[in-house]
Nanobody
């Protein structure tokens, strides 16, 4: 079972940037796709971004496309989410997750390991 630990969240003004990191334990990180999801208070969890095992294939939610960038460093067992031009509506707890396989997926049902989350708050 892989352990995932997110970091990098915090409070930022609208228009600012944050970089989230997700460190995975174990040797199996590089064989799997990874994803970022978020959940705002009173709302359902929603997909943010995903990256395939190789890093070649990435997908983004329309709400973050052009502002967020997902990347991974398999040597460091870490996946990143660079968030620029942040908006108040980006405020949420952000979770990284490991997929069942190497294929990037926008569905939470395709992920079987989840981190504890890191809070991102964007003030207006």
């Amino acid at each position: 079972q892989v352990q995932l630990a997110e970091s990098g969240g915090g409070l930022v003004q609208a228009g600012g940037s944050l970089r989230l990191s997700c460190a995975a334990s174990g040797r199996t990180f590089s064989g799997y796709a990874m994803g970022w999801f978020r959940q705002a208070p009173g709302k359902e969890r929603e997909f943010v971004a995903t990256i395939s095992r190789s890093g070649v294939t990435v997908y983004y939610a329309d709400t973050v496309k052009g502002r967020f960038t997902i990347s991974r460093d398999n040597a460091k067992n870490t996946v990143y989410l660079q968030m620029n031009s942040l908006k108040p509506e980006d405020t949420a707890a952000y979770y990284c997750a490991r997929a069942f396989n190497s294929i990037a997926s926008m569905s939470g049902a395709d992920y079987n390991s989840w981190g504890q989350g890191t809070q991102v708050t964007v003030s207006s």
